[in-house]
């Protein structure tokens, strides 16, 4: 029920509906209009018609009274003129007037016999007129095309003497009937040549809002998954509206490009809030890593120097133990916060300058050669003696060198070699430091790079690391305009690359 009067507002509310009422409504006024001022016309054509045989009428009636009158022997006079009343009369019906009656000067009827219509002629406003001396006539309009016209004139002498009065009675119905005849068919014309163009108009309008109508059903069934997000921005390019050469086409053409311009801009907002929501954890994440990294080496410290409180001097191996756990602890805290201040921007902006990173390289390499040999690994450098110029600081620089050999060292197979490699490719200068281990797992490789983030604690081969050292890395290669990436294959080589701008 809901849905069809939805419908229904819809349809009474549609461009459709209410655009044939307004052309059917104008052109039942422009029918009407049409009829009106031809009936206008056509009544003061038939009134200018009257007037003109009313004007003969009344030149030929004067000649006739004279000629009655000057073969009658009588005088031009009112005496003569009642006197040779039948005679003018009987002239007046020869000359096809068949209705007409004589009234002396004063208006008093001369005529015997004539029919009841003139009786009351007083009261016309002809008659008064004609009895002061103007010839006027009347018309009388009627049902069934009825057209009656009363035409009153003096007759006067010479010397403007009135001698008396003539009134004729004239029936134009024949006229009038013609004339309305032709009206009907102007009108049936009209209203026929209203209907083809009414109906040409009515479906060229309903051309225009079907596809109107389309547009407006697909936007609504992508606006009802336009939160989610699940619509197809190509849905009205696959429209045949979408190949029309007017505005429709046009509007559907633009339409489409708006689609898919929202389209990348709501997954560029999902991308944004993932990123944002990633970036929200991965800070609550660092800052548990960072209070949890932090209480570790303070509980210790604590715990010891409580211990060393109540016993005093009096245990010297808990003093002894207690001091020297109390200085590692010490050193580590020192150590991490070190690296926390690393971390941030404040390096961004110092003076870089140039350097050549192969003698960078070959010294970092000699001084983990001791590290290494402890750990039963040998450090292999190739491409040392190259030169390789970039812009930068070098103690930055040696330290990520430093994290790499180190990392490779700690996390690498004994008895295994670690191969670092110095090249020079077009415009970037790559370091790849590479070892043999447990290797590392894709979606582990994924989070390396985060600050405290550790794969394995136990895979370590040396304990008290707190995390960061690949993180700082990270940041010194975004200060130089690089890059750090990492390969590895589970229980195979892991190698670590650094690129930097020639």
Known sequence: MWKMDDRKNRFFHGILFRMSVWVLLLGLLSVLAVTYFVRMRMQYNLERQIMKELQS??????????????????QID???????????????KNAGYQEAALYDSGGRLLSRGVRQRFEGAEEREDFRLAKGGQSAFTIYYGGQNRCEVYFTMPMIEGMGQKIGIVSYFLDYHEMCEREWTILKEIVRITVLAFAVIYLVVWVMIRR??????????????????????????????????????????ELSRNYTQMLKVTKEQFEKIQEDRDHILALWNSRQEFYNNVTHELKTPLTTISGYAQLME??????????????EHILQESTRLHRMVVQLLEMQDKDRYLRMEPLDIADTLRNVVDAMRMKARRYENTLVLEGD???????????????????????????????????????????????????QGKGI??????????????????????MGSSGLGLAISRKIMEEHGGTIQVKSEP??????????PA
């Open 441 to 462: 797992e894709a979606d582990e490789a994924a989070h390396i790079f985060e600050p405290f983030y550790r794969v394995d604690k136990e895979r370590s081969r040396e």
């Open 57 to 74: 009428i009344e030149s030929n009636t004067e000649l006739y009274i004279r000629q009655v009158l000057l073969i009658n022997n009588r």
């Open 78 to 92: 009112e005496a003569g003129f009642q006197e040779c009343t039948r005679e003018i009369e009987q002239q007046l």
């Open 491 to 500: 229980d195979g080589y892991t190698i670590f690359m650094v690129s930097f």
């Open 208 to 249: 225009m809002v079907s596809p109107i109508r389309l547009l407006g059903r697909t936007s609504s069934d992508i606006s009802s998954h336009l939160k989610d997000g699940q619509f197809d921005s190509e849905v009205l390019g696959k429209l045949k509206v979408n190949e029309r050469k007017d505005e429709i086409g």
């Open 310 to 323: 109540e016993n005093g001097l009096g245990d010297e191996e808990l003093f002894y133990n207690g001091m």
């Open 385 to 435: 003696a190259i030169p390789c110029l970039v812009r930068g600081r070098e103690d930055r620089i040696r330290q990520v060198l430093i994290n790499l050999i180190d990392n490779a060292i700690k996390y690498g197979k004994p008895g295994k070699e670690i191969w670092i490699r110095l090249t020079r490719r077009k415009n970037q200068i790559q370091i790849a430091v590479a070892n």
